[in-house]
């Protein structure tokens, strides 16, 4: 042991988060900044990336990437370029569109610029992270609110926290912080309030109920805790349709458990049939989900 302190990089972690969703199509659902990994639930906005317009595209890439001499160009003056030129800007901005909306790009931003800034401060290269990231598929609404209460469990599960308000570097306590200030969490995919529109695509719960139901959940899984599952989370339960029993093996056993995508039996078939359609691996255990 080095005995050196490095919980400050949990903060770049958190940060660069928060970057990046500013930028990217992919809204953070929930994470979790452990020591030595990151847990995170994110939804892949595709639509909104292809209402984007070329210039913002451009512009969206240009903050973390050095665009080609004629993007440049063009984002400096448009009516400089030949008609061959602009259809190369067109292109670019095609791909850098994809990229936007991408997981493996997203993640790849994470990590390089966390690598960099480790070994930066360690006065070392080579590399940092000790494997790639590994993802699931989240196809349903029960699956991701039951990542979600994983992911934002994972501290006190741990136990390096005694509950989810101090849980440093999570999601759940940004939205707890964000609530006592009277502020909506900037870089978070809000939660159903009663008032949004159908166009905000909001998570299917409440930020009462969310809280109320991670709370619970914790209690019901710890020995250490209170040892019963409140009654008032039954309500909650029910209204996702869900059986107790399934929340508790996803929410407390979502990776020992599962090793593919996660949702109910149609959309686990559903999910199969796209993979095998566009030659995607085929999934084998999809018997296993039966949320």
């Known amino acids: 042991m080095s005995g050196k302190n490095f919980e400050h990089r949990r903060q770049w972690v958190e940060d660069r988060l928060h970057q990046l969703t500013r930028v990217f199509a992919i809204e953070l659902c929930a994470y979790a900044v452990m020591h030595n990994h990151t847990h995170l639930v994110v939804h892949v906005a595709k639509a909104k990336a292809y209402n984007w317009s070329m210039d913002e595209v451009l512009l969206r890439w240009r903050s973390f990437y050095k665009c080609p001499s004629v993007v440049q160009r063009y984002l400096q003056d448009e009516a400089s370029l030949s008609e061959t030129e ?22 790849r931003l994470l990590n390089e610029y966390i690598a960099r800034r480790a070994n930066k401060e360690d006065n070392c290269t080579g590399y940092f992270w000790e494997r790639r990231f590994r993802s699931q598929a989240l196809l349903n609404e029960k699956a991701v609110i039951a990542a979600m209460a994983y992911t934002d469990l994972n501290p006190v599960r741990a136990r ?54 991670v709370d619970e959940t914790g209690r019901a899984v710890r020995e250490d ?20 029993s399934a929340w508790l093996t996803v929410s407390t056993q979502l990776e020992a458990k599962f090793s593919g995508p996660v949702g109910s039996p149609l959309c686990i078939g ?14 084998t255990n999809a018997k296993r989900y039966f949320m």
């Open 270 to 283: 559903n999910f199969t049939r796209q993979c095998n359609y566009g030659r995607r691996p085929h999934i």
């Open 225 to 244: 805790k209170r040892g019963y599952i409140c009654q008032k989370l039954a309500p909650i339960l029910d209204r996702l349709k869900m059986k107790s």
């Open 86 to 107: 602009y259809t190369l800007v067109m292109e670019y901005a095609a791909q850098y569109r994809e990229r936007l909306c991408s997981v493996s790009w997203f993640m």
């Open 160 to 213: 390096l926290a005694k509950s989810p308000e101090d849980s440093h570097f999570t999601s759940i306590r940004y939205r707890i912080n964000a609530d006592r200030a009277g502020k909506t969490p900037r870089y978070l995919k809000p939660f159903f309030d009663g008032c949004s529109s159908e166009n905000d695509n909001p998570l299917p719960i409440s930020l009462v109920d969310y809280l109320t139901l």
